[in-house]
């Protein structure tokens, strides 16, 4: 058994689709109607047929409450890996995006925190 598909919750799918691809470097691999949202999903430019991420809307109250509890408690929803914290960490500054945490080591890793524009932290924890 395998992570195929994992969910995130997003506030717009527009500007999700928008940062997870231009900004962060994801590759869209699917943007289906379904009723009056999408399925939207993107993957590591590195690993096309690798896990993908739904930016899933967050319509429902548990949803956003979810969302915001997690935000307002500094936790991330979710994490990525790179190779290269503190050059991933310049790219992304250069590009305006906001980071709750600048890149700490902790032991054998380095983690960042950043703000997804969209309701969410994203932990990157270089590996």
């Known amino acids: 058994m395998k992570i195929i598909v994992t969910s995130l ?5 527009d500007k999700a689709l928008s940062f997870y691809t231009e900004t ?3 590759v869209k691999k ?4 379904s009723g009056k949202f999408r399925w939207i999903t993107v ?3 590195d690993d096309p047929d690798g896990t993908e991420l739904v930016l899933e809307p967050n319509e429902h109250p548990a949803a956003k409450e979810y969302q915001k ?5 500094g936790i991330p929803a979710t994490m990525f ?28 890793f380095a983690i ?4 997804d524009t969209c309701g969410n932290l994203i932990q990157i ?3």
């Open 30 to 33: 699917h943007d289906v109607p």
């Open 69 to 73: 509890k997690l935000v307002a408690d």
């Open 112 to 115: 960042a925190v950043l703000d």
């Open 125 to 127: 924890i270089e590996k």
């Open 81 to 108: 890996g790179v190779s290269d914290i503190d050059n991933e960490y310049q790219r992304l500054s250069e590009k305006g995006v906001k980071f709750t945490m600048k890149p700490t080591r902790m032991g054998e």
């Open 9 to 13: 919750f997003v506030s717009d799918q």
């Open 43 to 45: 993957v590591s430019s």
């Open 24 to 26: 962060l470097g994801f």
